[in-house]
């Protein structure tokens, strides 16, 4: 067998990175209410308009790609910002204009809104331009706690939640991360 000291080594993550395209896998009404597609799920929009509603969700799933998780995961966290919306005015602006200025470097760019632009790495690029805003700092930390501390997600990682009820990890393989 002959070795080849030039081979290009491809991960999962820079397959993903160099041209996978991304499935929008949402249906977006008129009405105002987001349906998912895969398992069954639906939102309704109450305080942002549904396009900007939309757009955090593909924008969550950008921050935090996993592709283990649908999209209902990061739709309950943008739901948790729609409720924000309705409570205060400072939120909705926080998020609707956030938006614009992400919308108008897709444009300017790309000439496509940014749910519209297939390639993840091009909307990555697009939030590396805003991750010093307020607006990305907000999204980002409130999906720290809200994807990571959902237990309905923890068995999508392997992950089997705390120890202590179970009397610990001592006998219970306290070496053992593969779920990390």
């Given at each position: 067998?002959?070795?080849?000291?030039?081979?290009?080594?491809?991960?999962?993550?820079?397959?993903?990175?160099?041209?996978?395209?991304?499935?929008?896998?949402?249906?977006?009404?008129?009405?105002?209410?987001?349906?998912?597609?895969?398992?069954?799920?639906?939102?309704?929009?109450?305080?942002?308009?549904?396009?900007?509603?939309?757009?955090?969700?593909?924008?969550?799933?950008?921050?935090?790609?996993?592709?283990?998780?649908?999209?209902?995961?990061?739709?309950?966290?943008?739901?948790?910002?729609?409720?924000?919306?309705?409570?205060?005015?400072?939120?909705?602006?926080?998020?609707?204009?956030?938006?614009?200025?992400?919308?108008?470097?897709?444009?300017?760019?790309?000439?496509?809104?940014?749910?519209?632009?297939?390639?993840?790495?091009q909307r990555v690029q697009?939030?590396?331009?805003?991750?010093?805003?307020?607006?990305?700092?907000?999204?980002?930390?409130?999906?720290?706690?809200?994807?990571?501390?959902?237990?309905?997600?923890?068995?999508?990682?392997?992950?089997?939640?705390?120890?202590?009820?179970?009397?610990?990890?001592?006998?219970?393989?306290?070496?053992?991360?593969?779920?990390?």
């Open positions: 067998m002959e070795k080849r000291e030039n081979q290009i080594k491809v991960s999962r993550r820079n397959l993903i990175k160099a041209g996978s395209k991304t499935l929008i896998l949402m249906s977006v009404l008129p009405t105002g209410m987001i349906i998912g597609k895969g398992k069954a799920w639906a939102v309704k929009a109450k305080s942002l308009n549904i396009d900007t509603f939309a757009t955090l969700i593909q924008v969550s799933r950008d921050i935090y790609p996993h592709d283990k998780l649908e999209d209902n995961f990061y739709a309950k966290v943008v739901e948790g910002f729609d409720s924000a919306a309705g409570k205060s005015i400072a939120d909705k602006r926080l998020f609707e204009l956030g938006l614009v200025g992400l919308q108008q470097a897709s444009m300017g760019k790309y000439n496509k809104n940014y749910r519209d632009i297939g390639w993840e790495t697009l939030l590396r331009g805003i991750e010093k805003t307020t607006f990305f700092q907000r999204i980002r930390g409130t999906l720290i706690t809200g994807i990571y501390n959902n237990q309905e997600v923890w068995p999508l990682f392997g992950y089997e939640g705390e120890s202590a009820p179970m009397g610990g990890y001592l006998n219970r393989g306290f070496d053992d991360i593969n779920w990390l």
